[in-house]
């Protein structure tokens, strides 16, 4: 199913477009709608792991002979702690 969600290389597209957003949001926004930024996040995030096969790019860690961290995995990463952080500390 992820080769077909991935083939037209619009859904790492429109992923993309979506975290870095919500990124903006969780960073800049403040009360409630930073909350919900930060919630939606966390799906996106696993979302873009999963969907982002075409823009992949080099391997920075190899877990095993299939599986790797990549440069564009960092996304999500960065997304996951950024999320984390809104969560845990609020509007500080």
């Known amino acids: 199913m992820r080769s077909e969600a991935t083939a037209s290389g619009l859904v790492p597209v429109v992923l993309l477009v979506l975290i870095v957003g919500l990124l903006i949001a ?8 930073r909350r919900a ?3 939606l996040l966390l799906p996106v995030s696993a979302a873009w792991v999963l969907f982002n096969g075409p823009i992949e790019g080099p391997i920075l860690l190899t ?3 299939s599986h790797g961290l990549t440069v564009s995995d960092l996304l999500a990463v960065v997304a996951v702690l950024v999320a984390g952080a809104v969560l845990l500390l609020g509007d500080r």
């Open 63 to 65: 877990i095993s002979s």
């Open 37 to 39: 930024a930060a919630l």
């Open 26 to 33: 969780a960073l800049r926004a403040r009360g409630r709608p």
